[in-house]
């Protein structure tokens, strides 16, 4: 089986979004999905007090992390009561060790995947497959992200920027179905391919949703059915969630799951919400035996420790922010070379792998504000945007820097121009000597300034200065 | 220290201090009241909408629905209940016009190439329903296990009009969830499908192709 491969360099953002400006194959696949989804959406929140809805959802999300060390040890503490296996991890590392001592300890060596966004930010796959254990996504999109060797580019929709004709030639290339549009033999040849892989896995992981520490539940939406086959049909299931997932009660899940599926794909809900809270008991006939919960950190906590980057924990990945996002529209998700791409990921990948690398994602963005618009959590990405952007000139007097890898975008030119034009603006007499000087020389201003002028007209000094037409005008 | 310890430390001795608890108003949640009537036909129609397949039927009714359903569909099988009321009324049923009905009574390792190859259909209860989002509330138990109502292609569902609440969240709170959950509960809102393939609907993709309801009023 192709293995999902190694992130792209995340820094190579720019070169990566001009070959898919010019790339009409993309540009159509996304913009096509995300115009159908703006609509869907729009309708399945019609009749409702959208704005009351969101609050809510943003509440019970604040709430929550208000509480997040204690409701973690509930959440513990009530699955262990049931029977499931709580382990803590502080980074994809030790996530994916855990994951394999468990398939060690079991003997495992067939791994079937239900979709989860945490595992691809630390890349278990791989790592399975370095420790010859075979793991395979079930998830339809997934799976074909997976035979194409490539990583999801929407967190909703991973297989989105192929269209009908590159998936049903990946399909026969790789697993010998004929080539053909109708999706429906495409769809039948998949289920037929996985049936038997889910009867034989050995072990099944997948993702958490929402994780209430109330009842010890673990919840899971999803429409194919393949969440709940990954959990039920192998002798072991394991969990794998970041610890920001958890909710304190029970009925937090009602809106919060109103709110994801319709802010996601327009859907009033999804076909499948799974509650799970327990192995299976004696009693029962079917079930896995064993249920793990792997509760990853990989830099949570440290987004935990500012008040405001941790609005970033409050997401439930919906997707919508990536939906509406004019940029993202543009050069889809495999642009931005993160796990988490869109508006979203321009806020958390920041902290996950450092402002260093990640220096190009907060400038992604035309900060047209659509995606705080529909985040049905009422995050403000903006501001977290300007906030990032500010971290990554090293911030300003107020707010001094505290991302890792902040100031990776300061240019020592910039940073002696701008030095300078404080120096100057501070001082009367050289300000308006200067401007003078530069009024007078506008004959040798430079026509090209950079990247400024790529794409606008450079901006041209007017023959005279504001203070000398000021004073021809009180004489 | 073990990572454990480490993560909690550090989000309890949180350097921007203690958090902010906001009041959380589940107001909007609210509906109106309406009637079982109402409120069946609110769960069809949006059931309907995704490909559920809903039949009204009386608690003498049903029986001949389900034979004409299922002969419709030329299915060899019915994989039923042994316990509950459903299984029971079927066997005692005499009628010879029902396929083969098979019983869940075994683990499932022991016959699991027989249930995902051989069973055409499988018919399981309810623990009631969701009008707003045309939703069925399953608790399998060792009765009716997980995968009565995933792996045949065709699961039949037989809900109580009684059983209709208007929201998730009315259910969970009459019904007191909280106060103890089953290994697995499960809201199914539809046969099993995708979207995946350039946004293209197909059904069945992993669990059923089918999903009839059959509302007892
Ligand atoms: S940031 Fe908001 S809109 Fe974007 S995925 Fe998260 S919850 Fe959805």
Redesign the pocket.
């Known amino acids: 089986m192709t293995q999902t491969p190694h992130h792209t360099d995340v820094r190579e953002f720019h070169p990566r979004a001009r070959a898919a400006i010019a790339d009409p194959k993309i540009r159509k696949n996304f913009r096509k999905a995300m115009d159908g989804l703006i609509t869907k959406r729009k309708d399945a929140f019609e009749g409702w007090d959208l704005e009351a809805l969101r609050d809510l959802g943003a509440n019970i999300r604040l709430r929550a992390l208000a509480n997040l060390p204690d409701l973690l040890e509930q959440l513990e503490k009530k699955l262990s009561e049931n029977g499931v296996k709580v382990h803590w991890a502080i980074d994809g590392d030790e996530a994916c060790r855990i994951i394999r001592d468990i398939c060690v300890a079991r003997n495992a060596k067939t791994v079937i995947k239900g979709k989860s966004m945490v595992t691809e930010e630390m890349e278990l796959n791989h790592y399975l497959d370095d420790h010859d254990i075979e793991a395979l996504e079930s998830d339809l999109g997934e799976y074909i992200v997976q035979l194409a060797g490539e990583t999801p580019s929407h ?1 909703i929709m991973p297989a989105i920027h192929k269209n009908t004709g590159e998936i049903s030639e990946l399909m026969h290339e790789k697993t010998g179905t004929d080539l053909s549009s109708d999706v429906e033999y495409l769809t039948a040849s998949a289920r037929h391919q996985l049936r038997e892989k889910f009867m034989n896995a050995d072990v099944g992981v997948s993702g958490v949703n929402f994780a209430v520490a109330e009842t010890g539940t673990l919840c899971l939406v999803e429409n194919e059915g393949n969440g709940r086959m990954t959990t039920t049909v192998p002798q072991c299931h394991i969990a794998v969630t970041g610890i920001e997932k958890v909710v304190g009660k029970l009925e937090d899940v009602a809106p919060l799951l109103a ?2 599926t319709r ?2 794909t327009g859907q009033h809900i999804t076909t499948y919400f799974n509650m799970i809270s327990g192995p299976r008991k004696p009693e029962e006939l079917d079930g896995p035996e064993e249920v793990h919960l792997v509760l990853v950190d990989n830099g949570r906590s440290s987004i935990y420790q500012d008040d405001e980057l941790l609005d ?1 924990l ?9 939906n ?1 996002c004019p940029v993202y529209t543009r050069v889809g998700g495999h642009t931005y070379g993160t796990t ?1 791409p ?3 990921g321009k ?1 958390l990948m920041p902290h996950l792998i450092g402002l260093d690398e990640g220096r190009h994602l907060p400038t992604a963005s035309s900060l047209c504000g659509a ?1 705080g618009e ?6 403000p ?1 903006p501001d977290l945007l300007v906030r990032l952007r500010q971290e990554s000139v090293d911030g300003d007097k107020l707010n001094p820097a505290k991302v890792r890898g902040h100031g990776a975008k300061r240019g020592t030119l910039e940073a002696m121009v701008w030095k300078g034009w404080s120096w100057m603006h501070a001082r009367p007499g050289v300000y308006r000597l200067g401007t003078k000087v530069a009024s007078r020389l506008r004959r040798l201003q430079p026509g090209n300034l950079g990247g400024w002028t790529r794409y606008r007209t450079a901006p041209k000094l007017a023959a005279r200065t504001l203070h000398e037409r000021m004073k021809e005008r009180s004489q | 220290m073990n990572s454990r310890d480490i993560i909690l430390q550090r989000l309890s001795e949180r350097s921007g201090g203690k958090l902010h608890q906001p009041e959380c108003d589940f107001s909007v949640l609210e509906r109106p009241s309406s009637s079982v009537t109402e409120r069946v036909e609110q769960f069809q129609k949006i059931i309907e909408s995704v490909h559920g397949e809903v039949h009204r039927c009386t608690p003498e009714s049903w029986i001949p629905q389900l034979s004409g359903i299922l002969s419709s569909r030329g299915a060899r099988n019915l994989l039923i209940p042994a316990a509950h009321q459903i299984g029971r009324a079927l066997r005692d049923s005499g009628r010879d016009d029902l396929p083969e009905l098979l019983i869940y009574d075994e683990p499932v390792t022991s016959w699991q190439a027989h249930l995902f190859n051989e069973v055409d259909a499988s018919i399981t209860s309810t623990r009631g329903g969701i009008a707003e989002t045309g939703s069925l509330i399953l608790w399998p138990t060792p009765d009716e296990p997980r995968l009565m109502s995933l792996v045949p292609p065709i699961h039949i569902a037989v809900l109580e009009a009684s059983g209709l609440y208007t929201t998730f969240h009315e259910a969970m709170r009459v019904q007191n969830w909280k106060s103890g959950m089953p290994t697995n509960a499960l809201l199914i809102s539809g046969p099993s499908k995708t979207a995946d393939i350039e946004q293209t609907l197909a059904y069945g993709v992993h669990g059923p192709k089918e999903l009839i309801v059959l509302v007892i009023e």
């Open positions: 967190i709110l994801l802010s996601a970033t409050r997401c439930i990945r919906c997707g919508a922010c990536m509406h988490y869109g508006p979203i806020i995606c529909v985040c049905p959590v009422k995050i990405i």
